[in-house]
């Protein structure tokens, strides 16, 4: 069964402190994505790659970097945590061609 | 800007019965749309697809229809069950690396 796998299901961390989320797909895929949804507001796309090294801004990628060294690993990064940014953080894969995302189970980030 | 609605209301049904679910869409023409299931504290798991040349595609209890010229998508789960309460989401799409523009989600409950 195809897999994305996010590291930390719940989190907590300090206002202004760096924070990474990890994310990795077993499936090969090319395209990889990073959201947040927050109550009211849907899924709200961050950060996405369609390769290595390889990055696109989403809609709200202020506040965010990304890191994809490896086709599998997606990294988000929180250069320096804030309370707006307590939020579910979900990571999606993508093949390449199929637009059907198959998504991680989410990271629940508070910061207090 | 693009824009993406569901009812925010959660829609209650009782068992058996259809539930019909909306998704209307403005300032966008997407080349297709996806429905996605999530449940509290999960990340969505992809239903369907239908594409803007089709009308309605259906999967076991699952039939979902796309009107380009109303700008509108119906999600309808026939004999419904206590099971299916979940919260549905709907994605249209374009464009190359799929990038996915979600609603907010309409939360359906069926009762037994």
């Known amino acids: 069964d195809v897999k994305v796998t996010q590291s930390s299901r719940y989190l907590v961390k300090r206002t202004g402190e760096k924070v990474f989320l990890e994310c990795v797909q077993d499936m090969d895929h090319e395209n990889m994505f990073w959201y947040r949804q927050d109550p009211g507001l849907g899924l709200r796309l961050i950060y996405f790659?369609?390769?290595?090294?390889?990055?696109e801004k989403g809609d709200i990628p202020e506040g965010y970097s990304v890191s994809r060294e490896k086709k599998e690993r997606f990294s988000l990064i929180l250069e320096s945590a804030s309370t707006n940014q307590t939020s579910m953080y979900l990571c999606?894969?993508?093949?390449?061609?199929?637009?059907?995302?198959?998504f991680g189970s989410g990271t629940r980030l508070t910061v207090v | 800007s693009q824009k993406i609605e569901q009812n925010s209301e959660a829609l209650n049904i009782q068992e058996g019965k259809t539930a019909t679910l909306t998704c209307n869409y403005t300032n966008y023409s997407p080349a297709y749309l996806q429905w996605y299931r999530q449940d509290p504290g999960r990340g969505p798991v992809f239903l369907l697809l239908?594409?803007?040349?089709?009308k309605e595609k259906r999967k076991e209890r699952l039939k979902v229809t796309f009107d380009t010229t109303l700008k509108q998508s119906l999600f309808h789960i026939t004999a419904s069950q206590p099971a299916d309460s979940a919260t549905y989401l709907c994605a249209p799409g374009s464009g190359g690396y799929n990038k996915l523009i979600f609603g907010a989600g309409t939360r359906l409950a069926v009762h037994p």
């Open positions: 999606a894969s993508t093949e390449a061609g199929r637009p059907d995302s198959t």
């Open positions: 239908i594409r803007e040349n089709e």
């Open positions: 790659s369609y390769d290595v090294k390889m990055k």
